[in-house]
């Protein structure tokens, strides 16, 4: 086990993405706080496979549009964990909205989840977080490429990894290393591999179907572990060749 002793604090930890990244760092010996934003039986679910699989978990609700609400979630899970080695921030909001649709309060929305509560957490996070330790944000191919009715989600993971790459800078001399994963399409509540948008994502995904929440965790892993200790401000795109 890879992460044995450390501590992990993983934000949306509740369902899809981020439930898996918790299971895995738990599964790799990390004890884990989770925060939700309102979903309690998910979070609680989280929490009992990790403890039934032999790990220790704690779940905290902490909206991370919020800024009071993320920064109390970042302390309470700091004074479960007693500090915190692996940040992961995980917890996204996506909303289908074409220019002409768009509105003040739907952009507003996907900033304050996908970027300023990044940024609160991260700096609610620092006094809790060992040197050496480890900054993971989860963006998205978004980012990078235009979906149809998606450009302020897209803008939000644009600057989530630009988010990364400046803390890489800042943190470096705290051997904090900061990086993004971008999933293309997993199956999760937010993107469902039968949902609405299925069929025409599919035809986009060379190898022929979404990813799983399991594959991006893996990659979670990896980066919050002894060998990915030289990378640090890149990200790392998990897609099934969509970008490619
Ligand atoms: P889900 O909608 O399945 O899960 C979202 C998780 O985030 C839940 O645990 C939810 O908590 C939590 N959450 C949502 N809003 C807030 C908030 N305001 N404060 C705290 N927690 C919140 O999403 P995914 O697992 O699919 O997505 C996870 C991340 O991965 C997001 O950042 C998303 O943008 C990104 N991503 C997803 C892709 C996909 O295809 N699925 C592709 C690319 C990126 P609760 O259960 O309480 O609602």
Do not use: C
Not at 100 to 115: C, G, K, L, P, T
Not at 117 to 129: E, K, N, Q, S, Y
Not at 170 to 180: E, G, K, M
Not at 182 to 199: C, S, V
């Amino acid at each position: 086990m890879s992460l044995t002793g450390k501590t992990a604090l993983v934000t949306g930890g509740s369902r899809g993405i981020g439930a898996a990244i918790a299971r895995r760092l738990a599964a790799e010996g990390a004890t884990v706080a989770i925060t939700y934003a309102g979903n309690t039986a998910a979070a609680d679910a989280t929490v009992a496979a990790i403890e039934q699989a032999g790990g220790t978990a704690f779940a905290f609700q902490a909206d991370a549009a919020d800024p009071a609400s993320q920064r109390a979630g970042v302390d309470q899970a700091a004074a479960a964990l007693g500090g915190i080695d692996i940040l992961v921030h995980n917890a996204g909001v996506a909303t289908f909205a074409t220019i002409a649709e768009d509105s003040d309060a739907i952009f507003d929305r996907q900033f304050d989840v996908n970027v300023k509560g990044l940024h609160v957490g991260t700096r609610a996070a620092l006094p809790h977080l060992t040197d050496g330790g480890r900054i993971i944000l989860i963006g998205s191919i978004s980012g990078e490429m235009a979906f149809p009715a998606t450009t302020v989600y897209s803008a939000t993971k644009a600057a989530v990894a630009a988010l990364a790459r400046g803390w890489a800078k800042d943190l470096a001399p705290r051997n904090i290393l900061v990086n993004t994963v971008q999933p293309g399409p997993i199956d999760t509540d937010l993107n469902p591999a039968d949902g609405e948008f299925a069929a025409q994502m599919l035809s986009a995904i060379p190898l022929g179907r979404y990813g799983r929440v399991e594959e991006i965790a893996g990659a979670v892993a990896f980066l919050a572990g002894p060998d990915a200790s030289y990378i640090t401000g890149t990200t790392l795109t998990i897609d099934g060749g969509v970008t490619a």
